[in-house]
């Protein structure tokens, strides 16, 4: 049985194709302004990938904040149920899920069995996700694929006091005038993401296993400075980014 998950958040689309359970191709690009078009995109990507026509595909089960948007998708699901099935699929172990996004966190608790038992999610602020991330990024003159590591070299991260956007940008831009090195400020931006999430995933109590799934979760500053306010490993599955794809079309398969 050949199945499709289609993840279109709010920043990437993400896609995969999964035969039995195992995945045949997976796809991510920026969602841009017409969600539909992109996971169009997706689609026809992950088809060429695999040397398949759609009618090859037995169910398409689309996610995300765009999933109404996925006209030939079979059904629309909700990114909670699909991120935990993705989840407990990559980290069987896994009873707290921690997924960082472009535009929103959430924190999903699971059973043994992979069931949602509580979450959380901050989709009212872009503070703490991988927009906020970007626009620190920018103010610093760096990108975001060096910024996670630059974050390792701090021995004495600045402080960040404000969660908001707007206003911690113009305390970055105050440390640069300060002449605060930029290992430090990063390190500083890392551990406020870090307090900010822990205090969301209290809300719903921390278990572990901890996984971290979503874009931040390639962010190895974020990570570590997870793990020390958590004081818990924080595990990343493979493709973390493909979570709730994958459990769209483990989800799919089920005929859920």
Known sequence: MICCGIDIGSVTAKGVLLEESKQIAGAIRFTGYNAGNAAETILQSLLEQAGLKQEQVDAIVATGYGRNSVNFAD???????CHAAGAHFAVPAARTVID?????SKIIRLKENGQVTDFVMNDKCAAGTGRFLEVMARALGT??????????????????SSTCTVFAESEVI?????????ENIIAGIHASIAARTVALANRVGVVPAVAMTG?????????RA??????LPVIIPENAQLTGAVGAALLAQKGK
């Open 75 to 81: 059904k629309a699901l909700s990114e909670i149920i």
């Open 100 to 104: 960082i996004g472009g535009q929103d």
């Open 143 to 160: 990108d975001l694929d060096g910024f996670g590591q630059l974050s390792l070299k701090s021995r004495t991260p600045a402080a960040i």
């Open 174 to 182: 105050s440390l640069v005038a300060k002449g605060e090195k930029r």
């Open 215 to 223: 874009g931040v979760s390639r962010n190895i500053g974020v990570v």
């Open 226 to 231: 997870l793990e020390k306010h958590l004081n």
